[in-house]
T-cell receptor, first 112, second 114 residues
């Protein structure tokens, strides 16, 4: 089955710097890759996603890249702010009806 | 506020007991997903229902069962509870049948098994 690895497990950056979180997946059939942000005491929140027919997607300060050949995908946050501090999860799944497999999470701290 | 509600917020029970967690999806959403989040297992997909029928199954134990009712609310039943079942249980919903449509997560039910 699918296995998703995520690095680093913890990340500290200064406010205004960029943060990069990297994930790898094992199942070449996966074609949908969402990213979730989970703040303390709350449920995960979808922040961006990418499908296999796209190599890069950007939404304001957040961007995601996908390399299907290498089975890598990454989350980039630019101009980080203290409110970006949270746990971020990457995930992978096949098409509809299939389960999503989550990475173990990255705890991001943005230091003011 | 995602529009997904879960009750109860917290639940403390003993090993061997049975509990029921309840989820009400956003208005108009036909799919309900259940997830378990624990320190050692991370975030795991358990099961999905679409319009009352089971649609996808993940790492759900045989001691666990779920259903979705005609009014689209869903219940997750956990029986013969073990210490390792202590976790946060999330419900999520979306309009369609698949994971590729944005899922809206509820606030979770924190289960503690003593």
């Amino acid at each position: 089955g699918e296995n998703v690895e995520q690095h680093p497990s913890t990340l500290s950056v200064q406010e205004g710097d960029s943060a990069v979180i990297k994930c790898t997946y094992s199942d070449s059939a996966s074609n949908y890759f969402p990213w979730y942000k989970q703040e303390l005491g709350k449920g995960p929140q979808l922040i961006i996603d990418i499908r296999s027919n796209v190599g890069e997607k950007k939404d304001q300060r957040i961007a995601v890249t996908l390399n299907k050949t290498a089975k890598h995908f990454s989350l980039h946050i630019t101009e980080t702010q203290p409110e970006d501090s949270a746990v971020y999860f990457c995930a992978a799944s096949e098409t509809s009806y299939d389960k999503v497999i989550f990475g173990p999470g990255t705890s991001l701290s943005v230091i003011p | 506020d995602s529009g997904v509600t879960q009750t109860p917020k917290h639940l403390i029970t003993a090993t061997g007991q049975r509990v029921t967690l309840r989820c009400s999806p956003r208005s108009g959403d036909l799919s309900v997903y259940w997830y378990q989040q624990s320190l050692d297992q991370g975030l795991q997909f358990l099961i999905q229902y679409y319009n009352g029928e089971e649609r996808a199954k993940g790492n759900i134990l045989e001691r666990f069962s779920a259903q979705q009712f005609p009014d689209l609310h869903s219940e997750l039943n956990l029986s013969s509870l073990e210490l390792g079942d202590s976790a946060l249980y999330f419900c999520a919903s979306n309009r369609g049948q698949g994971i590729q449509e944005t899922q809206y997560f509820g606030p979770g039910t924190r289960l503690l098994v003593l």
